[in-house]
Each structure stands twice: as structure tokens, then as C-alpha cells.
């Protein structure tokens, strides 16, 4: 792994810097590259800062993304942020500037990168990326406070996941001290759409519950399409069950336009990021995601969620 400093000092031998970060991105993914950014353009006027990437969706609140030919990667440092492996990476130039840096804090199956700093315990690559600036004396302003204050917000939950640490609550503390609006960030959000808010009740309709623990529910295009739902936005039901007591752990199966299912894996206790890389995904321990071509693959996924729950239920008794 490749210090702070080492990063640090690419950055500034490179007079162009191209941020990239995930497809379907989150909070954290635009937050990350977004609050990076903003600091490096303060620091350094005269480089050339941008930030790529497709489909921001509703998330353009935090960040726009900006629109450059392929020459600008002429001698550029490419950095992403969020982004554990390569076929995720939104804009897939991203191998033609000089040099390629990774920031991230998924588990490292990929390793990608020229440089990298990737750190699993982190709970949001927004986090990371405050460590760096802090570290590096980089600017650290309102402007880049809110998003990387909405990537830690988002990533954690609003500070309710594992990896939320006594860290966290201090970097968000100095970024709320920034001057943002930390009730409009948690609102953005957290809010959903009427629609959605039936799409995460509906969910529960669909809802397996195998005696293990483990969950599963199957979105189809008949479902998504009756609730009024674009499939873009029907990972909004992905959290859902995890308020429910006796579910450990479960999937959200959401069949695509193409016949097939990106599925999502959620737990509170067992890995499943392992689980997840038999089935063409990966991400965290406790939240990753995968595909799945038919029915036969879902119900094999299901029945390896349901014995590592059973796994995990025997030797956790709380
Ligand atoms: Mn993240």
C-alpha cells in the first residue's frame, strides 16, 4: 500500500488530475471524488481538476460531473475514489492518463492501481479522503465539507453501521462545524419518493424469511413496473429488512431490463463479501453486491446466505 504522502507527492508532479468513482453511484462514491477534488482546485489553481462519471442520478445536490475529450488524460493523474474493482469504474478511460491511484476502502480484490491506499475498516472512502487532506495540509472548506459529509453520512447509515468509530464522530464534527447544513444533507438523503416509500413497504409482501435468519426478496419488471418504480431506483428497498429483529442477514434480487437480477446482499453479523465474489460482485463484509442470470442462480446464492447464517448463529449467541 502506498503512503499518503507518496499519493501526494504524484499529485502535485502531475498538472492535470481526473477524478473518477463508481457506476450507480452513492453518496459516498460522488462525495469522495467531489470533496477531493474541491480541496486539490483551492490547493492548486493552476492544475486542471476534474471529476468524471455517468449516471449521477438525484445525487447532483453534492456534485456535477464534468464533460472532457480523451486528450485531457494526456500526462494526467487519474485517481478514483469508491471503487474496488475495474469493470465498476464509471468511464472507463480511466486508464489513459500517466499514472493511475486508487483511494477506496472496499476489501482490495482488484488492485488495480499504480498507487493505492485502500483501508477496509474505513467506513466511507469519504472518510479516507478527509484523512488525506487533514494529513497533506490540505484545504478543508464548506464547500468541501458538505460532500464529504454526505459520503459519511450515506456510507454509515447515518452512523449506525459497524464500522462507525469515535474517528467518525470527529471528522463529522469538523465538517459540521464548517458552516454546512448537516439536517438538509441528512434529509437529501434519506429522503425517498412516494413511490419508493410503497416500493420499501411492498418489499416486505416478497419477503422469504428462511428460520436461519436469512432473508430473500425477488423484485421483478412486473413488480417495479406496477409500483411505478424505474429499476434505477429500486435499491431504495435494499435496507428495508435490516429493521426487522429476527433477520440476520438477506438479498434483494432486482431483475434488469435484460432478464437477469442484480442482486444485493445485506448482514448484521455474518461476512457475505465472499459470498458475493462467487456470483461476479464483491464490496464489504457486511454489504455487497452481485448478479445473477436466472432463478436457478438465485435460489443457489439464497442457500449459501441461509448456511452462513446458520454458520454464524451457532457460534454468536447474544
Ligand atoms: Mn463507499
Not at 150 to 178: K, N, Q, W
Not at 235 to 259: C, E, H, L, M, Y
Not at 297 to 314: D, N, Q, R, W
Request: hydrophobic fraction near 40%.
Amino acid at each position: 500500500m502506498s503512503s499518503f504522502q507518496e499519493i501526494f507527492e504524484a499529485i502535485k508532479s502531475h498538472q492535470t488530475i481526473i477524478f473518477h468513482r463508481h457506476r450507480h453511484p452513492d453518496p459516498d462514491a460522488i462525495g469522495s471524488q467531489a470533496g477531493f477534488s474541491r480541496s486539490l482546485k483551492l490547493a492548486f489553481p493552476d492544475k486542471q481538476i476534474y471529476c468524471v462519471g455517468q449516471d449521477i442520478g438525484d445525487l447532483d445536490w453534492i456534485n456535477t460531473m464534468d464533460e472532457i475529450p480523451d486528450s485531457a488524460y494526456k500526462g494526467a493523474a487519474v485517481i478514483t475514489t469508491d471503487c474496488a474493482d475495474q469493470p465498476r469504474i464509471s468511464d472507463q478511460r480511466y486508464r489513459l492518463g500517466d499514472i493511475l491511484i486508487k483511494i477506496d476502502h472496499h476489501p482490495d480484490i482488484d488492485p488495480y492501481a499504480d498507487l493505492s491506499y485502500v483501508d477496509p475498516a474505513a467506513p466511507a472512502a469519504s472518510e479516507i479522503v478527509y484523512d488525506f487532506l487533514r494529513a497533506e495540509n490540505l484545504p478543508i472548506t464548506k464547500e468541501v465539507a458538505l460532500p464529504l459529509y454526505a459520503g459519511i453520512v450515506g456510507d454509515t447509515g447515518r452512523f449506525m453501521y459497524s464500522e462507525t468509530t469515535a474517528h467518525t464522530f470527529a471528522v463529522a464534527s469538523h465538517l459540521a462545524s464548517l458552516g454546512i447544513d448537516i439536517n438538509k444533507i441528512a434529509r437529501n438523503i434519506s429522503e425517498v419518493t412516494f413511490a419508493q416509500a410503497r416500493l420499501q413497504n411492498l418489499v416486505l409482501n416478497y419477503l422469504h424469511l428462511d428460520p436461519s435468519g436469512a432473508a430473500y426478496a425477488v423484485l421483478t419488471t412486473d413488480i417495479l413496473t406496477k409500483a411505478k418504480v424505474p429499476v434505477e431506483e429500486a435499491s431504495v428497498t435494499v435496507s428495508t429488512p435490516g429493521r426487522i429483529k429476527d433477520i440476520i442477514a438477506w438479498n434483494i434480487f432486482i431483475q434488469q431490463p435484460d432478464g437477469t437480477y442484480r442482486v444485493h446482499y445485506r448482514s448484521k453479523g455474518p461476512a457475505i463479501d465472499k459470498l458475493a465474489q462467487r456470483h461476479h460482485g464483491g464490496g464489504h463484509a457486511l454489504a455487497s453486491g452481485a448478479n445473477a442470470k436466472d432463478q436457478a442462480e438465485i435460489k443457489e446464492i439464497f442457500a449459501e446466505v441461509v448456511a452462513a447464517t446458520k454458520e454464524y448463529s451457532e457460534h454468536h449467541v447474544d
